[in-house]
C-alpha cells in the first residue's frame, strides 16, 4: 500500500482514477479547490469503493499554488501513517477558449502551481509525479498516428502550460538524482465509470464533442453542431482518439506502480487507443446507445482544429504493457448511463 496525493483528484479523470487506486489497495490523499468540480464526486469514489476501502480517501480542500495547503497535504499523510511518496498532478484547467482570453490565470493555475507542487515534494523528499500532460501540444501534426517525437508544437495558452510544465520537469530530472516522472500525453478522454455514478460534468455549455452529444441526448440541448463535413477525412468531419476514462484511470496505475517500481527516469507517453473516429461516427454510435437519434446540424469548422490527432500508443504498451481495452459503443453506453441517470450532473 503507497501514501499518493492526487491533486485535482475530484475532477473528471482525476475521480475515475481515484477509485481504481483505491481498489488497487492504495491510500490517497486529494488536494482539490473544487473550481470546477464537486465533492460529491469524492463521495460517491467512496461508496463505489466500498467498505474495503475505508479509511483509505483523505479529502483536503485546498490551492495548489498555496504552499500552506500544499503542506496540510503532506502532513495528511505523515497522520494517516505513511508519508506521501508518490503524486498523481491532475489539477489545472483546461479549457483552450478560455486560456485565450485569460492567459495569465492559466500560467498561474497550470505553471505557478506545477511548481509549486514541486518545490512542496522536493521538501518533502518525494520525487515520483505522474503528470497530466496533452495531446494538445502536438498542435497541428505533420502526420497520423502521432508518436512522442513529434514537435511540440502548442497553438493556444492552455497547450503552452503544458508544454511548459513539461520542459520544467525535464529541467528538474536533469539538475539531480532521484526523480521518477511520467508525463501523460492524453487523447480526448471520454465516457464513464460503467455503474453511471461519476462522469463528466461540465460547467455551463460544455466545449467538446462527448458532453455536448450525451446533453443533447439528454434533452438539456437542441442539436449538436458538427464543426466543419468538409476536412480530408472520410466522411468530412473531424477526427479524434477518443479514449474511454476508465481505460485513462487504468494507465494512470500501470505508469504509477511502473515509477515506484523502476529508477530514475522521465517517461513521456501518449495515451490513447490509436483508433480515430469521427464527429459522425460518435454520434452515431451515442444514438445507438441511447435508442434515439441525436439531432445534429452541419455547422462550419472551429478556429484551431485539426482533420485528424490519433494517437501512436504503441510506445505506452512497449513500456507499461497498457493499452485500451473499451471501444466507442462501451465510451457511448456509460456515457449515456451517467448521463441519464445525473441529467444534471453532480447537482
Ligand atoms: P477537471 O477540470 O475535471 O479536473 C481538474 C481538477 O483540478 C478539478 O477538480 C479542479 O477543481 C481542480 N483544480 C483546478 N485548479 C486547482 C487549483 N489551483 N488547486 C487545486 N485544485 C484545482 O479536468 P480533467 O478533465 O479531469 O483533467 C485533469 C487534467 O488532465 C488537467 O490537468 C487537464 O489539463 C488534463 N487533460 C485533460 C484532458 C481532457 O480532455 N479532459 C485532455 C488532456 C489533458
Ligand atoms: C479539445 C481541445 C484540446 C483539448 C481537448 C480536451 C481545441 C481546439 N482542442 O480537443 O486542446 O486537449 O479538447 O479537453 O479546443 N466538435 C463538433 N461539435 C462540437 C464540439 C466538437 O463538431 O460541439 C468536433 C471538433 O471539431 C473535433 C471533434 O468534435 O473534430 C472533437 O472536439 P473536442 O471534443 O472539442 O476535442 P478536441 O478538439 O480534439
Not at 515506484?260 to 501518449?270: E, H, V, W
Request: aromatic share 6%.
Amino acid at each position: 500500500m503507497t501514501q499518493i496525493l492526487i491533486t485535482g483528484g475530484a475532477g473528471f479523470i482525476g475521480s475515475h482514477t481515484c477509485l481504481v487506486l483505491l481498489e488497487a489497495g492504495h491510500q490517497l490523499v486529494v488536494l482539490d479547490n473544487f473550481a470546477n468540480s464537486s465533492p460529491e464526486a469524492l463521495k460517491r469514489v467512496a461508496r463505489l469503493a466500498g467498505p474495503a476501502a475505508a479509511g483509505r480517501l483523505q479529502v483536503i480542500e485546498g490551492d495548489i499554488r498555496d504552499p500552506a495547503d500544499l503542506e496540510r497535504a503532506f502532513a495528511a499523510g505523515v497522520a494517516a501513517g505513511a508519508p506521501i511518496q508518490a503524486v498523481i498532478h491532475f489539477a489545472g484547467l483546461k479549457a483552450v477558449g478560455e486560456s485565450v482570453a485569460e492567459p495569465l490565470r492559466y500560467w498561474d493555475v497550470n505553471v505557478t502551481g506545477s511548481q509549486q507542487l514541486l518545490a512542496a515534494m522536493v521538501k518533502h523528499g518525494c520525487r515520483t509525479l505522474v503528470f497530466s500532460s496533452s495531446a494538445t501540444l502536438y498542435g497541428y501534426p505533420d502526420s497520423v498516428p502521432i508518436p512522442e517525437a513529434a514537435p511540440i508544437r502548442p497553438i493556444n495558452p492552455y497547450g503552452h502550460t503544458k508544454a511548459a510544465v513539461e520542459r520544467m520537469l525535464a529541467d528538474l530530472v536533469a539538475s539531480e538524482a532521484g526523480w521518477r516522472i511520467a508525463s501523460l500525453r492524453y487523447f480526448n478522454p471520454v465516457g464513464a465509470h460503467p455503474s453511471g455514478c461519476i462522469g463528466e460534468d461540465p460547467n455551463g455549455i460544455p466545449n467538446n464533442l462527448f458532453p455536448f452529444i450525451s446533453q443533447v441526448a439528454v434533452g438539456r440541448r437542441e442539436q449538436v453542431q458538427v464543426f466543419g463535413g468538409d476536412w480530408p477525412t472520410p466522411d468530412g468531419t473531424g477526427v479524434r482518439d477518443y479514449i474511454h476514462v476508465m481505460d485513462l484511470a487504468e494507465g494512470h496505475l500501470a505508469a504509477l506502480e511502473a515509477m515506484l517500481a523502476g529508477g530514475d527516469q522521465l517517461l513521456t507517453l501518449n495515451l490513447g487507443s490509436g483508433q480515430g473516429h469521427s464527429v459522425l461516427e460518435v454520434i452515431e454510435a451515442f444514438a445507438a446507445a441511447c435508442g434515439h437519434p441525436i439531432p445534429y446540424v452541419m455547422a462550419s469548422r472551429r478556429e484551431g482544429d485539426a482533420a485528424i490527432t490519433v494517437a501512436d500508443p504503441a510506445e505506452a504498451q512497449r513500456q507499461l504493457g497498457w493499452q485500451t481495452r473499451r471501444s466507442l459503443k462501451d465510451i457511448c453506453c456509460d456515457g449515456w448511463l451517467w448521463q441519464s441517470s445525473n441529467p444534471n450532473g453532480y447537482g
